[in-house]
């Protein structure tokens, strides 16, 4: 008999915290959870734990060689895993949360399987207080990745998720059902390893936000 994951529905009135920390424990477990970013719906495991990464990736179906990116609770969980100096540290006081995904140079504690042997890795802070709630409570960063099979579309609602993981789903522990996220486009990327900063995938944020506050 296939097994399903745990859905929770999340409501005004539910217990945000208790949740957060039920969702986080499991992430602790090395379990996968699924849950809602500001930019689509995604497959969190602990982004330290490479034994959880490799299940990302064959639940995806994802090509070793395609990065992944990783959330992040605050600018310190930041400094752990990337070098930033002060300029980088403007950007994330000025856009972040948000759907914005910085790719920065990682440091060793970060597993090459995770970036695909690259010396750079990307990070995020959405504005989702529930995700972060889970992510400062696990005090550790989770994966970043869409919940979907590789090369196809980003879900923006947990019917989304169940149409695109399809079989696949059975191999998740538990989906937070936060309804539809609040933008539907992918995250912009800026690659602030070059100079000057490159945008290497348009999203919500639009270039010319980030050319006033003179990132570009």
Avoid: W
Avoid at 67 to 93: C, S
Avoid at 113 to 129: H, K
Avoid at 143 to 167: H, K
């Amino acid at each position: 008999m296939p097994t399903y994951p745990e859905i929770l529905k999340i409501r005004d009135e539910s217990p945000v915290d208790e949740i957060a920390q039920y969702a986080s424990a499991c992430i602790q477990q090395g379990k996968i959870v699924v849950c809602a970013t500001d930019t689509g719906y995604l497959l969190g495991v602990d982004g330290l734990n490479t034994t959880a990464i490799q299940q990302i990736y064959q639940i995806k179906a994802r090509d070793l060689h395609k990065p992944m990116h990783l959330v992040v609770a605050d600018v310190a969980m930041a400094k752990t895993l990337a070098y930033m100096d002060y300029t980088v540290e403007r950007i994330f006081e000025r856009f972040l949360p948000g759907p914005l995904t910085l790719i920065l140079k990682k440091k060793a504690i970060v597993p090459n399987l995770l970036v695909s042997g690259l010396e750079t890795v990307g990070l995020r802070i959405p504005q989702n207080d529930l995700l972060l709630r889970i992510v400062q409570a696990a005090g550790t960063p989770i994966t970043a990745t869409s919940a979907n099979r590789s090369g196809r579309g980003t879900p923006y609602t947990v019917g989304d998720v169940l149409a695109e993981l399809g079989p696949k789903v059975e191999s998740v522990d538990l989906i937070l059902d936060q309804g539809k996220t609040l933008y539907e486009m992918p995250s912009t990327i800026l690659d602030v390893t070059a100079d000057p900063p490159k945008i290497l995938r348009e999203g919500p944020l639009a270039p010319k936000i980030l050319r006033q506050f003179r990132v570009l």
